[in-house]
């Protein structure tokens, strides 16, 4: 009986994808009707999400990656699935009629209307994006001015996609602190604030010969040799570096901020001029804080061991970083003269 069954899943999973290959560029319902495909989404230069409630997000492709709203980084990984979901998602049957006008009267309150334009401003598509459908292996939309919903799906995929089409800022905003090469680097500064630690500032500065060289605080006397190898490698930590969450729209942020303690800033000056900076705060030790019975070390009790405050992008937006992310960040300049057995945690 077991391996009855598994033969049918087998069969149906091999007619899927036979049907897929064979029709999905041939839409037998009508493009009209239900052309939810767009097969080269490279032609795709700006998409205009909407729901109901007036959250909108317009993502556009430039020629340093995809924005949102006209301000920010997009994901690259949210806009790399909606592309690949135009371009894999077909329709797979009509809506019932026992079931059209529930479904419209739904599409009608909870639908994401969904524009698509090509790279001259072409309105290349309108369809709206509603919920799951009822046997949970598809989702509910409706082509602009078409008479019917239908239901979408994606080959050999069971879920539905519209979270996708999300019209949530945070879904789509670069979740980037920092993105520099080595090559790129002119220079880094870390300036640390406390009593105990403004003598481990340092800069890192790029020489005529492509190397860099590390200048400790002035009040700071270390003898020996600069470790270039460590030097090499720190260079390379400021690509791509990630943070966990944007806290905009958090009640009494400013004043939270400004009733805790900075731990450093970190200025990262590109060869071409450009500037990154992060202004990093100590986070008040919460229930959810690792250290919040037993001390880490380096961390003052009352501050999280996991996580800081971030400030980034000119100062415009408050973010949460993992240590697990910046640790290797936070060195301090003697640590440049040192031996490779003496690095220190």
Known sequence: MRKTIVYIAILGIFGLGV??????????????????????????????????????????????????????????RMTNTLLETFREQFAAYPVTENAHNNVIKMLSGRAV????????????????????????????????????PYVVQLPVYNGYVTPRYSTDIKDWRDRTA????????????????????????????RVDDGSFTVSLHPELNISGELNKRRVSTFARFFQQVGYEGNLSGVTDLDSIIAN???????????TDGSIQNIDVYWMPVSKRSKNLATSSPGTPDQYDADRFYGIINNYKD????????????????????????QQAN
């Open 318 to 341: 408050t973010v949460v970083l993992q240590s697990n992310t910046f640790d290797k960040i936070f060195r301090r300049g003697f640590e440049f003269y040192e031996a490779d057995e």
């Open 260 to 270: 805790t303690e900075k731990r450093c800033e970190i200025i990262i000056k590109g």
């Open 113 to 148: 209307k969904t524009e698509v334009y090509d790279k001259r401003g072409k309105l290349l598509k309108t369809f709206y994006v509603g919920g799951q459908a009822t046997n949970n292996t598809g989702t509910y939309m409706l082509m602009e001015g078409a008479k019917r």
């Open 19 to 76: 049907w897929y290959f064979l029709f999905k560029d041939n839409n037998i319902f009508g493009e009209q009707e239900a052309g939810f495909t767009i097969a080269d989404t490279s032609a795709v230069y700006k998409i205009f999400l909407a729901n109901r409630k007036g959250d909108t997000i317009s993502l556009q492709r430039t020629d340093n990656g995809w924005m949102v709203n006209g301000k920010y980084k997009a994901s690259r």
């Open 178 to 205: 920092i993105d520099m090469t080595a090559d790129q680097i002119q220079s880094v500064e870390i300036k640390y604030n406390s009593e105990n630690e403004y003598l481990n500032s340092f800069t890192m500065s």
